[in-house]
């Protein structure tokens, strides 16, 4: 409308708290996140497992009943739970490898960052924001399937199991959110510096699998066991190991591990932030 007629007012109602305001980039992510029938065919599948452990849970409680107890009964404890969480984890880093990239390049590539940041939005609001998908999406297929499987398996073994199993769950939490954040920060790091999604999806399982192929190159030539310190799923699993109380042999002590996973995630965080930006100096 012309200026001159005075008819402009400003908005007078109510604003949004500053605390929750990184949720509206949560939210337009959100929409255009399962448009891919592929995406969301994955994600069901990433239930099929965790359906057939409940399956299991309650089978193994009822054996009783079909005299089948020494036949085929096994134990429900930290070895169970623990696999639970390496096979489910696997699944969400396919699915990262499928929704991370498309996060925070298309900003980028667009030069939609100077939109976001010249508005009261602060860098890291904005990275909680879109890490904030990734966060919730994992953890439909982690630690909130395994913990409907421990507290099913509390209710047919009795509280007293529960109470003393009850670090299994604070496992299943911790040792989810470990690997969710470490993953989540490494794919929208590769995102941020590669700007095309299918290369950052690619460069993604490299990095996973070549970290390990490197580690272990490392090992050999060097006779030692710090080259684990490069490969983030064997830092995640010494951790796992840890918190699942597994007797296993660990290649390097959970000290050093949660040493490497905190390194490892400041450095994704730092390249973050190099690209985070409202404005971007070409030379």
Known sequence: MAVYKRTYRGYSGTATPAWSRFLVLFRYSRQNLFRSKLLATLLNLCFIFPILCLLAIYANDHLSALGLVGQFKFKIDGHFFLFFLSFQSSLAFILTAFIGPGLVSPDLANGALTLYLCRPITRNEYLAG???????????????????????????????????????????????????????????????WVKWRIAAGALLLGVLFMGAGFAQAINRVLQTQQGYLIDISKLTNIIWQDLFHDSAERAMPAGEAWLGILLFAGLCYYLLMKKIRANEVVR
């Open 130 to 192: 879109k890490m904030s998908v990734l966060a919730i999406v994992l953890s439909w297929v982690t630690w909130i399937p395994g913990l409907i499987l421990f507290f099913v398996q509390a209710s047919l073994s009795g509280w007293d199991w529960m109470l003393k199993n009850f670090w299994i769950a604070t496992g299943l939490v911790l040792g989810s959110w470990i690997w969710i954040l470490s993953i989540a920060l490494l794919a929208l790091a590769l995102s941020a």
